[in-house]
């Protein structure tokens, strides 16, 4: 089977969040299942391809290769969709081109797939075109549209239309349309063989209208053609015991190690060096989604009895929230404001807890990667994390609050730390969830089942 796979991020070459994750593995899992798999992605900054062509570039990554679409003008920038302070105004026009360019090197290099795989608004355009202008070229190719994040659709103005390329007429209630704008996922949604989200939760939950961001009705039309497939995440990149960016290594069998990476961390970053006290993190795009609002609600009462760290980047209003409350609270609070993979990896290592207060999440990665570095999650029952975290007093490996509130968030913290205090029983929780697995295998088999099933 032939699978050429879109997507705007692709770790390890670019990254904003769970896409690139899933993109830099669910490929190379399907070429380990017999596909043919190439990947296309934008050639952003400090990223070094053999060029081709002027208008491509192509690494082999193990038994992949990604093809890198160039325009410097478009893709030569700082960030890969916008900044803190707003969207790039030519996204349109970005990945418009992307998608288009897609195509044309499909057909230079002679790839004619079996099935094209998009993700997300930004890779929605290439199966618009496939359907409209370029409908008569990989006729047999079947489309699927993968969902992670259903409150990005890739909205534009109307006058932007023409740069689509496409007739008039799919500027319409039943494609393109929305509220007297363009929606790039909806028209996706609208033409796509297959439609799938990354948990079964979440694929419910986007039928309704408190999830559906508005294409509720879209969704449910598509239902027969829309099912939720749990991400997973890479157990090569996510690994306590190999990981090079810890401070030090562990594995299940001497889960004490883990305790020199939570005191070189509270050493490294001016927190009190205290094993006893819970030390709470949080590695997120820092959005409204992730629950950063309660979590800022309640954060100064969390800090009288606990540490938190929390990396992250987003919006400038929750940039400046956490920055005050960190002004205040220097030995129990650290913030970084950035995007660092390796700092990511510390935290994850020396955290007791991670914190997961989404107000809605799609999947969520952090959760099962918490698992593996024996973090126990403290999670918000919503999306992929009602599908992989049960509670605690539910015999599970969590902690689990249903009301969208900082009142319950503390609560559950507090819940956390009971069990936390009794020391043997902690530690038989934390070997527990290293034992979970969320791997790619499995997942990839379920993809392998839905396109066997479009085809
Ligand atoms: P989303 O895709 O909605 O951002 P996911 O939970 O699916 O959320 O994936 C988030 C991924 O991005 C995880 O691998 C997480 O560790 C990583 N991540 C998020 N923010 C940062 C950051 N500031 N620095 C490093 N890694 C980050």
């Known amino acids: 089977m032939k699978v050429a796979f879109c997507s705007s991020e692709v770790f390890p070459f670019a990254k904003t969040g769970g896409l690139a994750d899933v993109s830099g593995a669910l490929p190379w899992a399907l070429a380990d299942e017999g596909c043919e798999v190439k990947v296309f992605m934008p050639l952003y900054k400090n990223i070094n ?3 081709l062509d002027q208008s491509f570039g192509i690494s082999k990554v193990g038994n992949v290769e990604v093809i890198f679409v160039r325009n410097d003008n478009y893709f030569l920038r700082d960030a890969l969709y ?3 302070k707003g969207d790039y105004p030519d996204n349109l026009e970005r990945f418009a081109f992307f998608n288009n360019q897609v195509i044309e090197i499909m057909r ?9 795989h998009c993700n997300d608004w930004q890779t929605a355009p290439l199966i618009i ?11 047999s190719a079947k489309l699927v549209l993968t969902i992670h994040n259903l409150a990005y659709q890739g909205i534009f103005p109307q006058d932007k239309f023409s740069i689509l390329g496409i007739s008039g007429e799919y500027f319409s209630i039943q494609y393109l349309e929305f509220y007297g704008k363009i929606n790039l996922l909806k028209g996706g949604i609208v033409f796509a063989d297959m439609v799938n989200t990354v948990s079964p939760t979440y694929a419910k939950q986007i039928q309704t209208q408190e999830f559906g961001c508005g294409l509720e009705g879209v969704l449910r039309e598509k239902k027969d053609r829309l ?16 990981d090079k960016f810890i401070y030090k290594n562990y594995s299940p069998r001497n889960l004490e190690d883990k305790y020199i990476n939570k005191n070189r961390f509270q050493k490294e970053f001016g927190l009190a060096e205290k094993k006893n006290t819970l030390l709470l993190g949080m590695v997120s795009r820092l959005a409204e989604q992730k629950g950063i609002d309660i979590l800022s609600k309640g954060l100064e009462k969390i800090l009288k009895k606990h540490q938190v760290v929390i990396l992250g980047l987003g919006e400038e209003k929750y940039h400046k929230i956490l920055q005050d409350i960190e002004k205040r609270n220097k030995k129990s609070f650290v913030l970084f404001l950035k995007f660092d993979e390796e700092l990511a990896h510390k935290i994850y290592a020396s955290c007791d807890c ?5 107000r809605f999440e799609p999947c969520g990665l952090s959760q099962m990667i918490s698992y593996r570095y024996a973090t126990v999650p403290i999670v918000h029952h919503t999306g992929g994390l009602a599908d992989t ?33 009794r020391k043997e029983e902690w530690l038989k929780l934390l070997k527990k969830i290293t034992k979970y697995n969320f791997s790619w295998q499995r997942t990839a088999k379920e993809y392998m089942n839905m396109y066997r099933l479009i085809l």
């Open 354 to 358: 991670f914190l997961l207060p989404s």
């Open 389 to 421: 975290v049960v509670d605690y007093s539910d015999k599970g490996g969590g902690f689990v609050f249903k009301n969208y509130s900082e009142i319950d968030l503390i609560n559950t913290i507090e819940r956390a730390k009971e069990v936390f205090e």
């Open 49 to 51: 391809p053999q060029i």
């Open 108 to 116: 230079k290099i002679n790839f004619n797939p079996n099935i094209v």
């Open 129 to 139: 075109f496939l359907r409209t202008k370029y409908k008569d070229v990989f006729k």
């Open 82 to 84: 916008g900044t803190p």
């Open 227 to 242: 099912i939720g497939i749990l991400n997973a995440i890479d157990y090569s990149v996510w690994d306590p015991y190999k």
